[in-house]
């Protein structure tokens, strides 16, 4: 009797363990169907409650979220105005596109803008872009004659952590190109660092200097004949970044990461539409190289000094900074007198070594570790420069500026 008494227990035990397999088997199923076919743009949900997809179905999804920007680019020089195209992700369902900035540093005033999804096409507004991560941002409109809501697929933008070496890497292309995707592996997340070429006034320099990048290499060698470039993803449902076109020691191709992205976007869009739309006024007033852009512009240009392309003008080497650049890496030289409000806040030449906002003090290591501080700035905000100058490099002062 007792016998059966315990086969009657199991045998109702088991029934109630398959009953919740069963049940969390349809909900996760329920699950599955409702971001595949329900509510299909979160691609990057799609990927994480269903991992079992094939890499041509995880192609073909980041193909949707990859869109092409067409607008009209006017030279800077010259002021030809021509049509160009570049790549970039929708990072929002409601049409928030990234992409590469320096596509779009000389775009031209009131251009149209029309960005090509899976999803139709759309106008856009170009929201803001920052040449030191290399990154834009776009919010996309109906165009006249549309109308309802705007709905794209869209992907994440991967965390810094999250972009990890010896990963799976989709390399998608402008859904315009005959290939649209391409496999390959991230080989190394180190610091790349790179100066970009340009031309002005016949004179060869420096336009900017890559500082962050990742190198990633194609499985097929074939892919390296007709790749014009694109965005990277993981197989997680994670936008890497985008590609920048150029071998680094002729073992990959670089990509600058998507993930600086986050220190401005939010910030951005908030403003964007407003009387005042978001502006960084301490990145926009200080001018400042650090080691890497001196030895990127004296490869290139070792006499007349540095280039800088937002004002079209060329800055001088000095003697003092040229020496003390040359033993440092933990800081940033201004190369014009930095003005706030008609006022000179610090001269040229000046050396800044730390940054204190609100209760924290973060040393500056380098121009791009300055641009990370400068964006936790928040308007009406207390700052706090600490600075020395190339003759006195022992003496620490201080300045305040209210943003």
């Known amino acids: 009797m007792a016998k059966q008494k315990t086969m009657s227990k199991n045998k109702k035990l088991f029934w109630i363990i398959f ?9 996760y199923m329920f699950v599955v169907i409702y971001f595949y076919y329900i509510s299909p743009t979160n691609i990057s949900l799609k990927l994480a409650v269903w991992p079992f997809n094939s890499d041509k179905a995880i192609g073909e999804m980041y193909g949707e979220a990859t869109v092409q ?47 090509s999804t899976s999803n139709g096409v759309y106008g856009a ?47 998608v292309s402008s859904p315009k190109e005959e290939v649209l995707f391409r496999k390959g592996t991230l080989l190394g997340s180190s610091k790349y660092v790179h100066g970009e070429d340009c031309v002005f006034s016949n004179m060869v320099g420096v336009d900017y200097v890559t500082k962050d990048g990742y190198v990633f290499a194609f499985s097929d060698a074939s892919a390296y004949v007709d790749f014009k470039g694109g965005a990277i993803f993981d197989k997680a449902g994670n936008l890497y970044g985008f590609s920048v076109g150029y071998y680094a020691d002729e073992l990959g191709f670089v990509f600058v990461p998507s993930y600086n992205a986050n220190k401005f976007l939010n910030k951005a869009l908030a403003a964007f539409g407003t009387d ?3 502006e960084n006024v301490l990145l926009k007033n200080m001018m400042v190289v650090d080691l890497y852009d001196m030895d990127c512009h004296k490869q290139k240009n070792p006499i007349d000094g540095f280039y800088f392309s937002e004002t079209r003008t060329w800055e001088g080497y000095t003697e003092q900074i040229e020496k003390y650049i040359d033993n440092r890496v933990d800081s940033v030289f201004l190369i014009k007198d930095f003005e706030l409000n008609e006022e000179t806040i610090l001269p040229k030449g000046s050396v800044i ?43 620490i002062l201080s300045k305040e500026v209210i943003l």
């Open 276 to 278: 005042e739309p978001y």
């Open 125 to 171: 507004d170009f929201v803001y872009g920052d040449i030191n991560y290399n990154l834009a941002v776009f919010k996309c409109h109906n165009k006249p004659g549309r109308t309802g809501q705007i709905k794209i697929p869209y992907v994440n933008i991967a965390s810094r952590s999250q972009v990890l070496t010896g990963q799976q890497v989709f390399v």
């Open 19 to 27: 009953s919740i397999i069963l049940s969390l088997a349809v909900v």
């Open 69 to 115: 920007v067409d607008f009209e680019f006017q030279d800077p020089e010259s002021g030809q105005v021509s049509e160009k195209s570049a790549v970039g992700v929708n990072v929002r369902e409601n049409g928030v596109i990234i992409a590469l900035y320096k596509d779009f540093r000389y775009l031209k005033q009131n251009s149209e803008i029309t960005v």
């Open 353 to 395: 070594v730390s940054i204190k906002l609100g209760g924290a003090t973060y040393k500056i290591y380098d121009k791009l570790w300055f641009v990370d501080v400068l964006y936790m700035a928040e308007k009406g905000q207390k700052v706090i420069i600490n600075y020395s100058t190339v003759d006195a490099t022992e003496e």
